[in-house]
Structures are given as C-alpha cells and as structure tokens.
C-alpha cells in the first residue's frame, strides 16, 4: 500500500543551522512527491514538486528512488521557517489524491 | 480574492446536532476535496468530486455527507455530530497533478 514515512514529529534546530526533514515513501509506480507547509494556524501551503525541481524559500528536496526518499534541505535555518512540514505522494490519475505523511514540526530557535 | 475559502472558521457545538460547512473555490479547478486533520495533526482524505461527480470516499462514517452543486462549490454536512468528530477539517481544489490549493480550515469543537 502506498505510504509516506515522516519518522520525526519535532525536530528543533538553532538559527543558521543546516535542516534536514526526513521522508520515505512506498508506491509501486513512479511517484509524484511534494512538501507542503503549515505556518501556525494558517492553511497548508504547496513548498514544492519534485516535478519542478526548484528551490523555493532556500528549501531544496530530491528524489531519491534508490532509497525511496524525499528529504527536505534547507542550508541555513531562519526563524520564521518555524512551522509544520508535510511530504505527500499522489497517486496521480482521475483521482489525485495526496497521501500526506503525518508531519513534521519544525522549532526553529534564536 | 481568496482562491479557496471556507465557512465557517470556527465551530463549536452540542453532540447529536447536525451542521455543514461550505467551501467555494474560484480558481476554474475541476476536482475539490476534504481533508480531515486531527489532534495530532495528522491529514486524511475524506472525500473528493471532479466536476460535481464524487471520485473518492474514504471510509468515512456515513453521517458525513458531501454536496457539490457545481464545480466551484464542495459542502460536508454532518449529522449526530459525535465528540470524536472534533477535528480542523480542510477544503482543497487542484487541476494539475497534486498541485492543491487549500482553504484556511474549519476548527470543528463538539461539546
């Protein structure tokens, strides 16, 4: 069944340290993988695609088929990267549908 | 203008009342949908429309019920709300793959 692996629930870091938020997946086709963001209290917010191949706010995030991994980079941690991070898989076709991972919150600390 | 918006924002009450909450999207999206996301954060697809035809229906107790009057409009009417019912429920829509746009949530309290 397909599935998307967020092993940290909380992961604190200081100011100007390297980020790394954890995602593995399991899908028998080829996958279709995004970050989405959850500021405190405010609805979730596309970060990025794999698709894209962007780097949005710093963030950087490759597919890793080998490992079955989407991790999420940032270099450099800012304050107001503090937030909820969500990776999520679609299943593509008709229905689109996003499997969402359960969610990592990132603290980012002064 | 708000791409995805949801009402009401916050609503709180009693077990065994029935409610709904609307959501409208102006974005020309084909496909809506709602998720659940509960006390520990966690999101779940309750159900999602392209076009006004319901293409997914997770299980979801059937006092859940989903109305689509027409492509930019996806409403979730509850009946015998239940505590365990208590969650954030979110409004989504997207026409390219994966690519949602989410409304601002509903905080659903029941008492």
């Known amino acids: 069944a397909q599935r998307v692996t967020q092993p940290e629930k909380l992961l604190s870091v200081f100011k100007g340290a390297p980020v790394e938020l954890k995602c593995n997946y399991s899908?028998?086709?080829?996958?279709?993988l995004f970050w989405y963001v959850q500021y405190s209290r405010q609805r979730l917010q596309l970060l990025l695609r794999?698709?894209s191949r962007e780097s949005i706010k710093g963030f950087t995030a490759d597919l890793n088929k080998g490992e079955t991994s989407f991790h999420l980079k940032k270099p450099f941690a800012q304050e107001e990267d503090s937030a909820m991070y969500y990776c999520?898989?679609?299943?593509?076709?008709?229905?689109?549908?996003?499997?969402f991972g359960t969610g990592t919150l990132l603290a980012v600390q002064p | 203008d708000t791409a995805v918006s949801q009402t009401p924002k916050y609503l709180v009450t009693q077990m065994g009342n029935d409610k709904s909450i609307k959501c409208e999207q102006n974005?020309?999206?084909?496909?809506m949908y709602w998720y659940k996301q509960d006390s520990k954060k966690f999101l779940k697809i309750m159900f999602s429309?392209?076009?006004?035809?319901?293409?997914i229906n997770e299980t979801v107790p059937n006092r859940f019920s989903p109305k689509s009057p027409d492509k930019a409009h996806l409403n979730l009417h509850i009946n015998s709300l239940e505590l365990g019912d208590s969650a954030v429920y979110f409004c989504?829509?997207?026409?390219?793959?994966?690519?949602?746009?989410f409304g601002s949530g509903t905080r659903l309290t029941v008492v």
């Open positions: 429309y392209n076009n006004k035809e319901l293409i």
């Open positions: 999520a898989l679609s299943e593509g076709g008709a229905t689109n549908k996003l499997i």
């Open positions: 989504a829509s997207s026409q390219s793959l994966g690519g949602y746009t």
């Open positions: 794999h698709i």
């Open positions: 899908y028998s086709g080829s996958p279709e």
């Open positions: 974005l020309g999206h084909d496909t």
